[in-house]
């Protein structure tokens, strides 16, 4: 509870973990409850269309909101898990309220100093997760698609560094750029068999 007895709560996902390439990306937010946007539910059941649209009204609807990353360096070097962790606790620590509860999507917890409970599935059950979940994809989406900009040819803006046939190529072709996790099994092959390639024409 608040000093006024009140309970604040925040709901906290994540974004990108499973990705070849870019950051983790996690949203903490607090709601204004009687603002609450109908129609909040996972991001991945969404609409790219449907997710801008209750992003935007997501965030009118907010009291606070923070988004916080782990960089793919960061990931090879602590692992994903712990990397998306971090992500989350950074976003909790971005907030300017403090929240007395953060409802966190999954079955693990970040090492944050207020009270924290895991939902499994709370980006579907919780409304406040499933907000977090939205802020999180938009927000990370668009990130991609700026580091496709300064990365171009990997085709970030269309698969938004998910491993696909597209992104595939372009390793192979490309090699890896400064944003692509090289401790995860298809970059690490698909950068061995482009230096077996390079080494085969010396």
């Known amino acids: 509870m608040s000093a006024q007895g009140e309970l604040v709560l925040a709901g906290c996902d994540e974004v990108g ?30 609409s790219p269309r ?7 009204a997501i965030r009118d609807a907010c009291v606070d909101l923070s988004i916080g990353t782990a960089s793919a360096d960061e990931i090879d070097q602590l692992n994903i898990l712990r990397a998306t962790l ?22 693990q917890a970040p090492p944050l100093d207020v009270a924290v409970r895991t939902v499994v599935g709370g980006d579907a059950s919780e409304p406040v997760i499933s ?24 085709g970030f803006e269309q698969h938004f560094g998910y491993g696909t046939p597209q992104h595939l190529r372009a390793l192979q072709q490309l090699g890896p750029c400064a944003e692509h ?22």
């Not at 971005?94 to 966190?104: C, F, H, I, S, W």
């Open 50 to 56: 449907r997710r801008q649209a209750l992003d935007l």
């Open 181 to 202: 996790r090289r401790s995860f099994a298809p970059v690490r092959r698909a950068c061995a068999a482009r230096a077996g390639a390079v080494e085969g024409l010396a």
């Open 86 to 107: 971090l992500a989350m606790r950074r976003a909790v620590d971005g907030l300017r309220l403090r929240p007395t509860l953060v409802l966190v999507d999954g079955n």
């Open 17 to 46: 973990r499973g990705t070849w390439a870019g950051p983790v990306a996690a949203c903490a937010l607090i709601l204004d409850a009687r603002r609450m946007p109908p129609g909040l539910a996972d991001s991945k059941v969404l």
């Open 131 to 154: 907000a977090a979940s939205i802020v999180a994809k938009v927000w990370r989406d668009a990130h991609m698609a700026e580091l496709a900009r300064l990365h171009p040819g990997y």
